[in-house]
């Protein structure tokens, strides 16, 4: 359950491996739709372990970021997003991290779930939730700090996104406090400029307390740029994928009961098989958008968040917040 926690951890649960290598042969990588836009640009590479190319200091603005992940990061490649740590300094939010996460166990996760962070919210959850085992809410930092988005490639491939980088201090993470990538402390300074350009985007995905909705423009299949935006109060972060089968909403409420009961869903997707990653969309605050790269395929896209809700650390989709809509070729 723990797995359903944070950003990538959501991805995994969508995200076989069997799927991924098929999706290696691909290149999603990107028209350089972006290119034109003359934007200052940051380059990061994900290593097994790190992220490379953070500078100590950057200017304040909006970063064209490029993320490459090298094939030692695995079946799941890897990916960086942009959190400003809400009272405390980058360092502290990186201290505090190595205390959530904890030391791995045997089945090659933290312990998150499991440890009480002093001065926080995670308590014991309320006893056995109704879908099955304590879920306590993560530390108020993470739901007060700023989140700018983020992105992320499978092994070997790049992936890219814009947004915006504003003054004071930053952390570049895996948005997710068990990422195997040590997170990076960086300084944004300077004023935001104020004659930003908007990339352009096919569509507008809209996120909030608990939807995710197309609110311009449409989906389609193939290579497009998706503007992001927040307009709720809690973060959220979307993961994107296309299957064949035909499902509906009650197929994929019964799916995330069953990873909380760990009874079998008594439907025909199975996400496990059926799912083709399009793109994942890091963690966004309130009042923030970012323009992803998405390559998708024709079929039915479901797209989904996993942020745990302030309420009770259950992920979102939990509430609801997931859509489906049918992309056509
Ligand atoms: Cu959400």
Same mark, same amino acid.
């Given at each position: 359950?723990?797995?359903?926690?944070?950003?990538?951890?959501?991805?995994?649960?969508?995200?076989?491996?069997?799927?991924?290598?098929?999706?290696?042969?691909?290149?999603?990588?990107?028209?350089?739709?972006?290119?034109?836009?003359?934007?200052?640009?940051?380059?990061?590479?994900?290593?097994?372990?790190?992220?490379?190319?953070?500078?100590?200091?950057?200017?304040?603005?909006?970063?064209?970021?490029?993320?490459?992940?090298?094939?030692?990061?695995?079946?799941?490649?890897?990916?960086?997003?942009?959190?400003?740590?809400?009272?405390?300094?980058?360092?502290? !939010?990186?201290?505090?991290? $190595?205390?959530?996460?904890?030391?791995?166990?045997?089945?090659?996760v933290g312990s998150a779930a499991a440890t009480p962070i002093e001065g926080g919210v995670a308590t014991p959850a309320d006893g056995e939730g109704e879908m099955g085992g304590p879920m306590?809410?993560?530390?108020?930092?993470?739901?007060?700090?700023?989140?700018?988005?983020?992105?992320?490639?499978?092994?070997?491939?790049?992936?890219?996104?814009?947004?915006?980088?504003?003054?004071?201090?930053?952390?570049?993470?895996?948005?997710?406090?068990?990422?195997?990538?040590?997170?990076?402390? !960086?300084?944004?300074?300077?004023?935001?400029?104020?004659?930003?350009?908007?990339?352009?985007?096919?569509?507008?995905?809209?996120?909030?307390?608990?939807?995710?909705?197309? +609110?311009?423009?449409?989906?389609?299949? $193939?290579?497009?740029?998706?503007?992001?935006?927040?307009?709720?109060a809690q973060p959220h972060f979307i993961a994107g994928g296309t299957t064949q089968v035909d499902v509906t909403g009650a197929d994929i409420e019964a799916i995330l009961e069953s990873e909380?009961?760990?009874?079998?869903?008594?439907?025909?997707?199975?996400?496990?098989?059926?799912?083709?990653?399009?793109?994942?969309?890091? +963690?966004?605050?309130?009042?923030?958008?970012?323009?992803?790269?998405?390559?998708?395929?024709? $079929? +039915?896209?479901?797209?989904?968040?996993?942020?745990?809700?302030?309420?009770?650390?259950?992920?979102?989709a939990f509430y609801g917040m997931y859509t489906i809509v049918e992309v056509g070729e």
């Amino acid at each position: 359950m723990r797995r359903l926690m944070f950003g990538f951890l959501a991805v995994l649960l969508m995200l076989p491996m069997t799927v991924l290598s098929a999706l290696a042969a691909q290149d999603a990588t990107p028209e350089s739709a972006f290119a034109d836009l003359g934007l200052p640009t940051l380059d990061v590479t994900v290593t097994a372990d790190a992220f490379e190319g953070i500078p100590e200091s950057v200017e304040a603005g909006r970063y064209l970021v490029t993320v490459t992940a090298l094939e030692e990061t695995g079946e799941f490649g890897g990916g960086v997003a942009f959190i400003q740590p809400a009272g405390m300094t980058g360092d502290e !939010f990186i201290d505090m991290l $190595g205390e959530v996460s904890g030391p791995p166990d045997e089945s090659g996760v933290g312990s998150a779930a499991a440890t009480p962070i002093e001065g926080g919210v995670a308590t014991p959850a309320d006893g056995e939730g109704e879908m099955g085992g304590p879920m306590g809410a993560p530390p108020d930092v993470f739901f007060q700090s700023v989140y700018a988005g983020g992105t992320y490639a499978l092994a070997g491939e790049t992936s890219q996104t814009v947004l915006d980088l504003t003054p004071g201090e930053w952390v570049a993470w895996g948005d997710d406090p068990e990422s195997s990538q040590a997170p990076v402390a !960086f300084q944004v300074t300077g004023e935001m400029p104020t004659d930003l350009v908007e990339p352009e985007s096919s569509a507008t995905l809209t996120m909030g307390e608990y939807i995710i909705e197309v +609110t311009e423009g449409e989906v389609t299949s $193939g290579p497009q740029i998706l503007r992001v935006d927040n307009i709720g109060a809690q973060p959220h972060f979307i993961a994107g994928g296309t299957t064949q089968v035909d499902v509906t909403g009650a197929d994929i409420e019964a799916i995330l009961e069953s990873e909380m009961t760990g009874t079998p869903a008594a439907v025909d997707f199975n996400p496990d098989e059926d799912f083709e990653e399009a793109f994942y969309s890091g +963690t966004q605050s309130t009042g923030t958008s970012q323009w992803i790269v998405a390559d998708i395929q024709p $079929g +039915t896209l479901i797209m989904i968040c996993f942020f745990p809700d302030i309420q009770d650390g259950m992920p979102h989709a939990f509430y609801g917040m997931y859509t489906i809509v049918e992309v056509g070729e």
